[in-house]
């Protein structure tokens, strides 16, 4: 009999309700949620993302622009709701990438053990000693500067941290009594793993994913900021914080002012979500008492 | 064998790792040096003429025993966007990284520490609430963001901070070069004009460069502090009648120091990668300003060797790390 680990595994209304009760994780709910809504709506907007001339240049947040207007007379809340569109997808695929990876790597070294497990996370040490930012930049500079090489690198850094949590799981549940029964009928290992030892791993995976969500957005806009991601005129937040950096200290402080607070809310909503969600999960993964 | 030595022998294979990680992410990727080198309009000859000259078109184990060879003899490549070998470039603009660095950790520590002590003390009180929402929010925010905010604010608007130019007035001349860093220099030469310049130059970066750091520094302070306070000891050290400072700063703190110092060399690689972001958006002439530099130049050399910096001084400060949480508590030297 599979031990009921999590609360997410047995009873999923349980823990949707609990989540809803944590105050912590519906803020970040609201903030996500918000942000995907926002990502939703553009097409609704009167103004394009790209549009040049869409009022005139560098006006104030007003009626007819309520984040104001660019250098070059284009909508700043269409193109921060579009930059939140980018910004999604890309931390979706970059956390996608991690995960793909991540998990089957670490779970495998994990439960196969042995020689394979341990070069597998001597691996991971290794490239947990990069800073994530700094590797990213190596990485996308490598395969050259656009959307797709930051999300891949975004990817790539996440790796590790997938397969480490994916290895201390595995490592303790393939002690566990149901994977002796396992073994026992006979099973194919492979069977236990994928059946058994990954959907109870299920619960600390699932925290990381939401707060590699965060990491996911920040280095991504961090690295188009600096000129290896997104590219000009592309409506991302990098690209516009980095657009508008020039207008700084002449005092046209929205083009950069909105595109940040998008990075920063979205952020701390998958943070927020991501610490109420491990509280819900698994309260003894919690880091704060 | 004894502890320092297992522990220098441990970092040999990590070190050998990181370089193969750095090979295979500049040889092995789909990118093409070659043909970002001679640029994307560039005739195929030429890119193969670049290959050659590059050593690309050897054969991969002999191009890396080349890279170790030059690593080895202290060759990080060639910057021909300034037209300097990197190592030069590096020599330059270190002493301005590690006074950046060093000052946010340091702000860090001061305002994380305290912070999280304060949290852990008064646990559940609303100050406790209040800290813990500020490392949240500090944490989440973005470091490129947060330093054109303050230049924004402080030196647009309120006209507080000095030019975000550079580490001190461009009419002032740099203190004597002692140790490289501007504010100790100046300290040492007795020359105040300069420390005061110097001082207003590091304090505004080195705030934004802290701000994640303190945050997850407060955060874990907290919670070790939580782990030690109700242990026994604490008990008894109370009922003994000490002052609560004491008991907290000499009984608890020190307990919960192994913790703490394990953060702050975790934070010191963060604290790399944001100098990136927040040298290039005060102009600090440091590597970090540098090396986003070499990146929109397509010079990529400069961005490698950073990153096997980076990872080198990770290694070493959290050998460092461990030594000293030796010292503090050697039971950690069994493990």
Redesign the interface.
């Known amino acids: 009999m599979p031990e009921p680990t999590t609360l997410a595994r047995t009873r999923p209304t349980t823990a949707w309700r609990l989540l809803l009760r944590n105050r912590i994780a519906v803020v970040g709910l609201v903030f996500v949620a918000l942000w995907t809504l926002g990502a939703l709506v553009v097409p609704l907007s009167p103004y394009g993302a790209a549009e040049t001339g869409a009022g005139p240049l560098l006006s104030p947040p007003g009626a007819d622009h309520l984040f104001g207007t660019d250098n070059f007379g284009r909508d700043i809340l269409t193109r921060v709701l579009a930059g939140g569109r980018v910004s999604l997808w890309t931390g979706l695929l970059a956390v996608g990438i991690s995960l793909v990876i991540g998990v089957p790597l670490g779970g495998l070294a994990g439960f196969l053990g042995g020689r394979f497990g341990n070069v597998v996370m001597r691996v991971m040490d290794v490239l947990l000693a990069f800073p994530p930012l700094v590797l990213a930049m190596a990485i996308a500079a490598s395969l050259g500067a656009g959307m797709t090489s930051a999300m891949v690198a975004v990817g790539i850094v996440g790796i590790p941290e997938f397969a480490r949590i994916m290895y201390s799981q595995t490592v303790s549940l393939r002690e566990r009594d149901f994977v002796d029964a396992g073994h026992a009928i006979g099973l194919p290992r492979m069977t236990i793993f994928a059946r058994h030892v990954v959907p109870n791993a299920f619960a600390p995976i699932l925290v990381r994913a939401t707060l590699g969500m965060g990491y996911a957005i920040l280095t991504a806009a961090s690295l188009s900021f600096i000129g290896l991601g997104a590219q000009p005129p592309l409506a991302e937040w990098g690209v516009m914080i980095s657009d508008g950096r020039g207008y700084i200290i002449s005092g046209e402080w929205w083009m950069t002012t909105f595109p940040g607070i998008a990075i920063a809310t979205s952020i701390l909503g998958f943070n927020l979500l991501g610490d109420g969600l491990r509280d819900v999960l698994d309260p003894r993964l919690r880091t704060s008492r | 064998m004894p502890y320092i030595a297992r522990r220098i022998a441990a970092m040999i294979?990590?070190l050998l790792?990181?370089i193969?990680?750095?090979f295979l992410?500049?040889r092995v990727?789909?990118?093409d040096?070659a043909r970002?080198f001679a640029g994307e309009q560039a005739a195929p000859s030429v890119v193969e003429q670049v290959r050659r000259e590059m050593g690309l078109d050897r054969p991969i184990w002999e191009q890396f025993f080349r890279y170790v060879g030059d690593l080895l003899r202290g060759d990080l490549g060639f910057s021909w966007h300034t037209g300097r070998t990197v190592v030069e470039e590096f020599a330059t603009r270190l002493p301005a990284t590690i006074e950046l660095s060093l000052a946010a950790l340091v702000l860090a520590l001061l305002i994380g520490v305290p912070i999280g002590i304060i949290s852990a003390t008064r646990r559940d009180r609303p100050i406790d609430h209040v800290s813990?929402v500020l490392s949240?929010?500090g944490?989440?925010?973005?470091?490129?963001?947060?330093g054109?905010?303050v230049?924004?604010l402080f030196?647009?608007?309120l006209g507080w901070q000095p030019a975000p130019l550079g580490r001190i007035d461009s009419g002032l001349n740099p203190p004597t070069s002692i140790t490289g860093l501007y504010v100790v220099d100046s300290l040492l030469t007795g020359d105040l004009a300069a420390l005061r310049s110097s001082l207003a130059h590091l304090i505004w970066p080195a705030m934004v460069l802290a701000t994640g750091s303190t945050a997850i520094i407060a955060?874990m302070t907290?919670?070790a502090m939580?782990e030690v306070i109700d242990q026994d000891y604490i008990r008894t050290a109370r009922s003994k009648g000490l002052p609560p400072l004491t008991v907290i700063g000499k009984h608890a703190l020190k307990n919960a120091a192994p913790v703490t110092m394990t953060v702050v060399g975790l934070q010191f690689?963060?604290l790399?990668?944001?100098a990136?972001?927040t040298e290039?958006?005060f102009t600090w002439p440091g590597l970090g300003s540098y090396?986003?530099d070499a990146?929109?130049a397509?010079d990529?050399a400069p961005?490698?060797a950073?990153?096997l910096l980076?990872?080198v001084v990770?290694?070493v400060v959290n050998l460092l790390v461990d030594l000293f949480n030796g010292v503090l508590d050697p039971r950690t030297t069994h493990a």
């Open positions: 294979p990590a790792g990181v193969v990680c750095i992410i500049t990727l789909p990118g040096p970002t813990r949240l929010v944490a989440s925010m973005p470091l490129f963001w947060l054109l905010m230049i924004y030196y647009g608007q955060r907290r919670s939580l690689g963060q790399l990668g944001g990136v972001i290039t958006i090396v986003t990146v929109l397509t990529y961005v490698q950073f990153t980076a990872a990770y290694l």
